[in-house]
């Protein structure tokens, strides 16, 4: 079975600082991907990063990059800069397996973050 | 606009009346799966369907039906609701392959009293 810890209920950050929100993994599979999707007080998610297991590089994407330790089972997303507009929660999210396997059609998700943006 | 409707937004009914969220999506996306938020416990999977007439459960199917006639449209039934459905429902759906976004709807809130 799949697992997804974010160990940070909630944080906060000064804003313009950078802030690290963690998440651990765990699975036996050696093919998955990883997620983070942002939850605005809307309540509505929006996608932001995915990393592949099998990917070399470091996902990134504008602000956010994912900082992704495979040894570690860690995935942890980085905000750069943050803005008033960040604060929200935030959830990690796996699917594992193959991609043409059960496993694809499912994502496990962590329980989330809230990142709160101090002014 | 691509995008995932779910409706009705909000809904608030006594136990035991059925109900049926709708869900539809214009990407003619295969993969669509429903999910339930609570507080505390992130998100879960109920049913994930991978094409029309082919569904499966997810982590916490119980007291929970889903059709898929259409490959656009998933319905999520709830034959006779009991309180600890209360909960916020999200409808998502997938191209598949390796690197997929799961496309959200704008999520249900479901109130059973």
């Known amino acids: 079975a799949q697992k997804i810890t974010q160990t940070q209920p909630g944080m906060f950050v000064q804003e313009k600082e950078a802030v690290t929100l963690d998440c651990t993994y765990d699975t036996s599979d050696q093919s998955y991907g990883l997620f983070w999707y942002k939850q605005p007080s809307s309540g509505e998610m929006i996608f932001l990063i995915y990393?592949?297991?099998?990917?070399?590089q470091n996902a990134t994407e504008g602000r956010y990059s994912l900082n992704f330790q495979k040894a570690r089972k860690s995935a942890n997303l980085v905000i750069s800069a943050s803005q008033l507009g960040d604060s929200a929660m935030y959830f990690c999210a796996m699917r594992a397996g193959p991609y043409s396997g059960a496993g694809s059609y499912q994502l496990t998700f962590g329980k989330g973050t809230k990142l709160s943006v101090i002014p | 606009e691509a995008q995932v409707t779910q409706n009705p937004r909000y809904l608030i009914t006594v136990t035991g009346k059925k109900l049926t969220v709708t869900c539809s999506q214009n990407m003619n996306h295969e993969y669509m799966s429903w999910y339930r938020q609570d507080p505390g416990l992130g998100l879960r999977q109920i049913y994930y369907s991978m094409n029309v007439e082919v569904t499966d459960k997810g982590d916490v199917p119980e007291g929970y039906k889903v059709s898929r006639k259409e490959k656009r449209n998933f319905p999520l039934i709830l034959e006779s609701p009991s309180p600890n459905q209360t909960s916020l429902y999200f409808c998502?759906?997938?191209?598949?392959?390796?690197?997929?976004?799961?496309?959200f709807g704008p999520g249900t809130r479901l109130t059973v009293t």
């Open positions: 990393q592949g297991s099998y990917d070399e």
């Open positions: 998502a759906s997938h191209l598949g392959g390796a690197n997929y976004e799961q496309y």
